[in-house]
């Protein structure tokens, strides 16, 4: 099964036989290597661990270069090709290892220097660990069964244990020039050596070959597998002190929490940024959140130096157990977030050097016995790295109470990591924040149409989208597109029909259990049918109503519900119609339903307001372009009242306007884009005409 983000964390790596490799032994074969380890994350952290070729190229000039083909910074091993890969002059940096110190800052400057192709990502924060070991190719990894040891109180003696003289133990030093340094020498002093043990932190390994690189990379990790399998205990986290609760009420139970977390993480921030939670509630994050020594061991700090950026040094544990209502687990949660965040400003204060500044304080990891671990971040994608990450976390904590113990950075070390110029830079290369970003839009009717436009415009500057339509199959058509251009997880298919009070709950209920919540609700759902008053059908007109009226009714009130409880105000845009507010002939249901969307939306505007819940409404006019109202015997019948052909509808609403122009659905999404962002920040009960100026529907 893939996570969120494509990938399969659990899934065991094929032999390097098996796997194809390619022919040679330079790049090529790296980037190979490097997808085989990533591949499985018990082997290697999502963007963590590194590896590196040494090799002879040509330069420009034609001569022959030593070259360090090394990891790009912030790359993932598990997606990672060829252009990821930093080139140094391995010559320029061999000289180094004569060194006795050397800072951070000055290691980076020197590093720069030394290039030997421009335009590749910047080298990894560990290159010099590569290129003081003096073997062809070199694997860094955070293998789950190699950090249980490593973090072991008795973690140099069990590795003893279990390789004897075939390793060599580094005790934990901050990566950088001294425990490259380190390493190095334990490496060339050493020849008989298979790996080296990073106390807390992780395994280096090398060989003449890439396959034997791997082959020993595997061979080492595996050795240390069976090696804990057979002392593991049936209780590695002590007694089971809180049961799960059943499936149903765990689900009903996070659809009412994860607003209020959400809320209050967004509270925390205070500057209008949301965040996206993910929920993790298999049996394995159950035994542990269940279990009597839970709260003990998450406590003591982050498994690895590469979770700390994504997982900050400790979780937040609720103070609650499912013999409890909602009520109180809501009161927990808030709490928690209160007191989490005042622990962390005091843990920035207690460490923080001139000119750092502090990261959001709220936390990354939500444990909540008897039900499971949310996860919190920017967006999706830095959720689920979250959710990676603490799940390798327990898989360590697993293995070290069979064989003595977890412990793991100080405070005082993990602020130096999470702080560390060299870590934050990685963090650095990401975009520039947009709009929308970390909010969670629903938009209803968006299989085609105005729907669809508005759903895309709204993920282009940062939303998560759900696509929520009666028409199943095309919701998931307009879900997957925005998937490809957006990334995983940036968009998901609801299929409800507006007017079923239950469909609509349960398309909220999958909103809040996929992303945490909601922010953004376009109602945009929608009928046409035209016919004179006479002729109009009781069901033609209850259909209508039923579709506009009681439909935006039904999304609105769920909307609202969900608003409140994240406590952090929110945005409603109805799509209603220029016949709102001009008179439409030939479509009185149609007209009288779109002026009740209005009406009810100026109501709600009211309602709202001391909340922080805008509500505005777009008004548009005859956009038939990729429209399946306009599709159906709705354009066919407007021809007929204004007497002219099917094909000459565009010409006719295009010559009505006042600046002789016809309305696109992208267009309409604009407005809608502009009412659901900051830009209207102070706007609510607003009304905004798309319709190319239509003046008998000019608002007054």
Not at 195 to 222: D, F, N
Not at 424 to 437: A, E, G, Q, V
Request: with cysteine; net charge negative; glycine share 10%.
């Amino acid at each position: 099964m893939k996570d969120v983000l494509g990938r399969v964390p659990d899934k065991r790596c094929a032999g390097w036989a098996a796997s194809s490799p390619p022919a040679g032994e330079g790049l090529a074969a790296l980037a190979h290597r490097s997808r085989l380890l990533g591949a499985d994350r018990r082997i290697v952290n999502i963007f963590g661990g590194n590896t590196s070729v040494k090799s002879v190229e040509t330069d420009h000039l034609g001569r022959k270069t030593r070259v360090l083909w090394v990891k790009g910074s912030g790359s993932d091993l598990g997606s990672i090709n060829e252009t990821d890969f930093a080139a140094l002059k391995l010559d320029e940096i061999d000289p180094l290892f004569a060194r006795e110190e050397m800072s951070d800052e000055e290691m980076t400057a020197y590093l720069e220097r030394t290039v030997f192709e421009p335009g590749r990502p910047r080298q990894s924060i560990e290159t010099l660990l590569h290129a003081f070991v003096p073997a062809p190719h070199v694997d860094h990894t955070h293998p789950d069964a190699i950090i249980s040891i490593a973090c072991s109180p008795r973690g140099e003696e069990l590795m003893r244990e279990i390789f004897g003289a075939r390793a060599a133990w580094v005790p934990y030093v901050r990566p950088g020039f001294s425990l490259s340094r380190m390493i190095g020498a334990a490496v060339r002093d050493n020849p008989g050596l298979d790996c080296v043990v990073m106390g807390k932190h992780g395994l280096v390994t090398w060989g003449e070959t890439s396959a034997e690189c791997y082959a020993k990379t595997i061979a080492v990790i595996e050795e240390a597998e069976a090696w804990l399998a057979a002392r593991a205990t049936d209780a590695p986290f002590g007694a089971a002190r809180v049961e799960a609760a059943a499936a149903a009420r765990r689900q009903d139970l996070f659809a009412a929490l994860l607003p209020a977390l959400r809320g209050a993480m967004a509270g925390v921030l205070g500057d209008g940024r949301k965040v996206v939670l993910r929920v993790d509630d298999d049996d394995e994050v159950l035994e542990f959140v269940g279990a009597a020594a839970c709260r003990d061991l998450a406590m003591r700090g982050a498994a690895c130096p590469d979770h700390l950026v994504h997982t900050k040094r400790v979780p937040l544990v609720l103070d609650w157990t499912p013999e409890r209502d909602t009520a109180a687990l809501l009161a927990a949660a808030k709490a928690g977030i209160a007191q989490f965040a005042d622990a962390y400003k005091a843990y920035f204060a207690a460490h923080a050097a001139v000119g750092d500044r502090m990261a959001a304080p709220y936390p990354r990891i939500v444990l909540v016995p008897g039900l499971g671990m949310v996860t919190s971040g920017a967006d999706i994608g830095a959720a689920e790295v979250s959710r990676q990450l603490y799940r390798r976390a327990i898989a360590v904590m697993r293995h070290a109470g069979s064989v003595g113990g977890f412990e793991t950075l100080s405070d005082a070390e993990s602020y130096a990591i999470e702080y560390w110029p060299l870590e934050l830079y990685k963090l650095s290369r990401k975009p520039p924040p947009k709009p929308l970003d970390g909010h969670v839009a629903l938009v209803t009717g968006a299989a085609s149409g105005i729907g669809r436009a508005v759903a895309a415009r709204l993920a282009r500057d940062g939303a998560h989208v759900v696509i929520a339509d009666r028409n199943g199959e095309g919701a998931a058509q307009v879900a997957g597109a925005i998937v490809a251009a957006r990334g995983a997880g940036r968009a998901m298919a609801a299929s409800v029909d507006v007017t079923d009070e239950a469909a609509v709950g349960t398309a909220f209920e999958e909103t809040v259990l996929a992303y945490g919540g909601v922010d953004v609700v376009v109602n945009n759902a929608g009928i046409s049918r035209s016919a004179p008053i006479e002729e109009t059908s009781l069901a033609d007109w209850q259909v209508q109503f039923d579709i506009l009226a009681t439909g935006y009714f039904l999304v609105a009130r769920a909307a609202f519900r969900i608003l409140r409880a994240q406590a952090g105000g929110g945005s409603l845009v109805f799509v209603a119609s220029k016949n709102a507010v001009a008179a439409g002939r030939n479509a009185g249901a149609y007209s009288a339903a779109k002026a009740a969307e209005l009406h009810l939306a100026r109501c709600l505007a009211e309602e709202g307001g001391g909340a922080g819940i805008r509500v505005n409404t777009v008004l548009p006019d005859a956009v038939l372009a990729g429209s399946s109202i306009w599709n159906s015997a709705w354009r066919a019948d407007r021809a007929a009242t204004y007497g002219i052909s099917d094909d000459e509808l565009e010409a006719h609403y295009r010559a009505r306007t006042t600046l002789k122009v016809n309305i696109l659905p992208e267009d309409v999404a604009e407005a809608v884009f502009f009412f659901a962002s900051g830009l209207s920040a102070k706007t609510t009960g607003g009304v905004l005409t798309v319709d190319g100026g239509v003046p008998a529907a000019y608002v007054r």
